[in-house]
């Protein structure tokens, strides 16, 4: 099937792309947004930007609206791209989570699209399909748009397998077109996502290097110029435009880099959620098999999985490729993918520690599970050789029917391959939470009640993008009360801060600034209700004045002298910004020139291994559509292999490790656990998964404890135990229905210097108000016991020596007490409380060290 015109050679596989996509795409399709992680950050944030907007600022690094109205400067850390796609659908009259969902629909779709163009061009059209699928039904894809609601990162792998085609395209056949393409598209990823683009650096310039040392014309330039020689040569304009590229987006990144002093980013790695160290997954997490979608669970965990279908297709796909192609370029290719595809999931497994240690920007990656989203387009390019046999259009020596045949078969052969992904991907489509609905088109107001609901200040969870100087988060601001009956522009000179018989005589607003006149007696000092950042600057009657931000609030103050004076406060570029703005201002004006100007000679309009005769489409649409017909009719509406219940209608759990059916009072019932291992060493974790339903509706909210308690009755563990990685909060109790269960994770450390023997698991259910326990139940379902003994473990000793500098010992002894060989070492102590009441309990630890040799010691 021949296209020579560009419409159908472009129209016909993006048809057959969005058949294949409607599976993926189904759950995003309609009023309401899946519940997620971030949803609700990127809804409201383009609530903020469209404020901002509104007022006349198409960009701004400061959004003056957010934090109650004090501003916050979240743009000149973050880039904007994905929310300016996302802000488009919204203006053109979409219900913002419609808005929200069609962005994650583009972003599935652009990342086939993507992946396809790349996979066609390097190994033909079937490959480019099958790469298209293989890529975009990621488990990955799934995880982003419909539990962790990473927009900017949805939109980033959409933009990956571009980068990379566009790459490859100027690489192997040099245009003005392909030039632009490359460094806009890089441009776009860097304003786009951050961390994708420090990840996906890397893996760019070695593709390109990759290509230019084995790629290009015939071997007669070859034997004029050296390998490197040539390479280099080959490689000087994708290295122009990766040049480029990053120089007109210099005026985001360079601030975003160097002025992180200014802001508080090391709260964005200081809890367990986000620190790198607490997020690595094994290979049996990264490998595991698709497992079906549990309509029982109420808080199903969150899995980082590579795709063990995309796993097998890459496997098959190296090997067929290898023994198929003899060329240098796909076979150095397909070797460069798969040790590609080895690092990243290398980098995301505990392995790779000292190489997260080693580079401190990594840590700004926080999860190291990022890695096999990335490795999902070097697996589904392994995969697509899979799909990449053509027979011959004719052969005269085999009759029509075998040759129909063959065709028949390869058609077949194809189908199978795009149909493995899109059925391990069937139970990815069900949003985990569900779907919540937002309003259509929320105010700036709805954004305020949000940060007072969730206490998430200037829209962000960890508050990394808050000013050094604002010690105290706010709790509210004064000019609520201006946003909220309509008032704009918004009064931020607190006129409180005029002494007795001062007057503001005059006050003109405008986007991030005032000019005010104000007529004092006495000197003062002025307040303005913004959070001091730098780039704000104020004027006395034209003469700078210093900002003193008020502590611990950190909002802008700055000196008045008596009498009449025109104040100026306005928020404008630093002397780094507007360097850089330079840069970024001169790199557009040569690329600009370099697109225009360039001496561009003429050559092929395609990469030679592109393979310009298409499949018969049509078993490809009808594929796609049976598959969608499979999911509506079938996989939607009853239990199957894709997605079913666990809990039985008996109540009973299958599959359970320890089977209890415990029943508590007021309705709770404990159906057994499961445990990570028997036998833990003492600097280990151990890790359980409790499984609970309710017997009748809960009446209050309860939560759980675990602790190691010793054959003496002493308490071997920390006060609270840790959630496990990926753990999802069970709903309140008080909603649970009788035929859903959920699943209680715990991550159980045992104190430090915990000698080695057998401890007991207690298990303790309370309220979560009044922390009062909650009794078991005995056989006759009297109160029996305020704690369950769920089982013993084993500890043993630990696999490293102890170190009293890795404990945290607030009261630390510089060295050993009791110094001589036969005795035991005092290092110090720590209590639980700073505070405490005549009469209260408070918890006092002693560190010890036995007598070198010894494992234990009598105290």
Not at 194 to 212: D, Q, R
Not at 285 to 294: Q, S
Not at 616 to 630: E, I, M, T
Not at 638 to 658: I, K, N, S
């Amino acid at each position: 099937m021949s296209l020579r015109r560009p419409a159908l050679r472009w129209g016909l596989p993006l048809l057959v792309l969005v058949v294949l996509m409607l599976v993926a795409l189904w759950p995003l399709l309609r009023t309401a947004s899946p519940c997620s992680h971030d949803g609700a950050l990127h809804y409201f944030r383009i609530v903020a930007m469209r404020e901002a907007l509104r007022q006349g600022m198409p960009f701004t690094r400061w959004l003056p609206d957010l934090a109650f109205g004090y501003g916050y400067p979240f743009f000149n850390y973050r880039g904007a791209v994905s929310y300016y796609l996302g802000e488009l659908l919204f203006l053109l009259g979409m219900p913002l989570p419609v808005a929200l969902n069609a962005l994650y629909v583009l972003s599935f779709l652009g990342a086939a699209l993507g992946a396809y163009l790349l996979g066609r061009d390097l190994f033909g059209p079937r490959a480019g399909l099958l790469t298209a699928i293989a890529y975009a039904y990621a488990p990955y894809q799934f995880l982003d748009a419909l539990l962790r609601g990473n927009q900017p990162e949805s939109v980033a792998l959409a933009m990956l397998p571009f980068i990379l085609w566009a790459f490859y395209r100027l690489l192997v056949t040099p245009s003005r077109w392909a030039f632009l393409l490359s460094a806009g598209s890089l441009a776009l990823l860097a304003l786009t996502h951050n961390i994708s683009t420090l990840l996906f650096a890397p893996f760019l310039g070695l593709f390109v290097l990759v290509v230019g040392l084995v790629g290009g014309p015939p071997t007669a330039d070859r034997r004029r110029l050296t390998a490197i020689r040539y390479a280099l040569s080959a490689m000087r304009r994708p290295l122009l435009a990766l040049l480029l590229g990053m120089g007109v987006t210099a005026f985001f990144w360079a601030p975003a880099v160097l002025e992180k002093g200014y802001v508080q980013l090391h709260l964005s790695r200081t809890t367990r959620n986000n620190d790198f160290h607490y997020n690595f997954v094994t290979l049996g997490e990264a490998l595991a098999p698709p497992r079906a979608f549990d309509t029982s669970l109420m808080n199903p965990p969150m899995r980082v999985e590579l795709g063990l279908v995309q796993v097998g297709l890459a496997a098959l796909g190296l090997v067929v490729g290898l023994r198929r192609w003899r060329d240098r370029q796909r076979r150095a290719l397909l070797l460069f993918f798969a040790l590609s595809a080895v690092v990243m999931v290398w980098m995301s497994t505990r392995i790779s520690l000292p190489v997260w240690e080693a580079f401190p920007l990594l840590a700004f990656v926080q999860f190291p599970w990022r890695f096999l989203g990335r490795a999902a387009l070097p697996l589904a390019l392994l995969a697509g050789p899979l799909a990449g046999y053509r027979p011959p259009t004719a052969n005269r020596h085999l009759p029509f029917a075998i040759c129909n045949l063959q065709f028949a078969i390869c058609n077949l052969q194809s189908a199978i391959l795009l149909s493995l992904p899109i059925l391990a991907a069937l139970p990815l489509t069900y949003p985990p939470f569900g779907y919540c609905p937002a309003a259509p088109n929320p105010t700036i107001n709805d954004l305020f009640a949000y940060e007072h609901r969730t206490r998430l200040v200037g829209v962000d969870p960890e508050g990394s993008y808050f000013p050094v100087w604002v010690k105290e988060r706010p709790a509210g601001s004064p000019l609520e009360a201006q946003y909220a009956a309509g008032e704009r522009p918004i009064r931020r000179f607190d006129e409180g801060s005029l002494p007795p018989g001062a007057t503001l005589l005059q006050a003109d607003y405008g986007p991030n600034r005032a000019r005010l006149v104000v007529e004092s007696p006495a000197p003062f000092t002025a307040r303005y209700l913004a959070f001091y950042f730098p780039g704000w600057r104020v004027t006395v009657d034209g003469e700078p004045v210093p900002i003193e931000p008020t502590d611990p609030t950190g909002l802008i103050a700055f000196p008045v002298p008596a009498g009449r004076h025109t104040l100026e406060i306005a928020f404008g570029p630093t002397p780094l910004r507007r360097a850089v703005s330079y840069v970024s201002l001169v790199s557009l004006v040569l690329l600009l020139a370099v697109v225009a100007l360039g001496r561009w000679r003429g050559g092929q309009s395609a990469p030679p291994t592109a393979d310009r005769h298409l499949p018969d489409l049509r078993p490809y649409l009808l594929l796609g559509l049976v598959l969608f017909a499979f999911k509506l009719l079938v996989v939607d509406r009853r239990a199957t292999p894709f997605r079913h219940p666990r809990l039985r209608a008996d109540g009973r759990l299958p599959g359970v490790q320890v089977p209890l059916e415990q029943p508590f009072a007021d309705g709770m019932l404990l159906l057994g656990y499961d445990r990570s291992a028997a036998e833990v060493p003492a600097d280990g974790l151990l890790r359980l998964d409790l499984y609970w339903r309710a017997y009748t509706p809960p009446s209050r909210p309860y939560r759980t404890s675990v602790a190691v308690r010793g054959p003496d009755g002493l308490l071997w563990s920390p006060k609270q135990s840790w959630r496990p990685r990926g753990y999802q909060d069970y709903p309140p109790t008080p909603g649970w229905p009788p035929d859903r269960y959920a699943l209680d994770g715990h991550e159980v450390k045992f104190l430090p210097g915990t000698p080695p023997g057998t401890y007991d698991l207690v298990l303790t259910v309370f309220d979560q108000e009044t922390l009062a326990p909650l009794s078991l139940l005995n056989e006759a379902g009297q109160p029996a016991a305020p704690a369950l003994t769920l089982g013993q473990v084993r500890v043993v000793p630990p696999r490293r020596p102890w170190e009293p500098s890795a404990v945290a010992m607030p009261y630390r002894l510089e060295a050993c007490t009791l110094p001589p060989p036969d005795r035991p070492c005092f290092w110090g102590a720590a209590v639980d409380r700073a505070e405490a009441a005549p009469g209260d309990p408070a918890l006092v630890t002693l560190f010890w060290s036995p007598p070198e040799g010894a494992q234990t010691v009598e105290a």
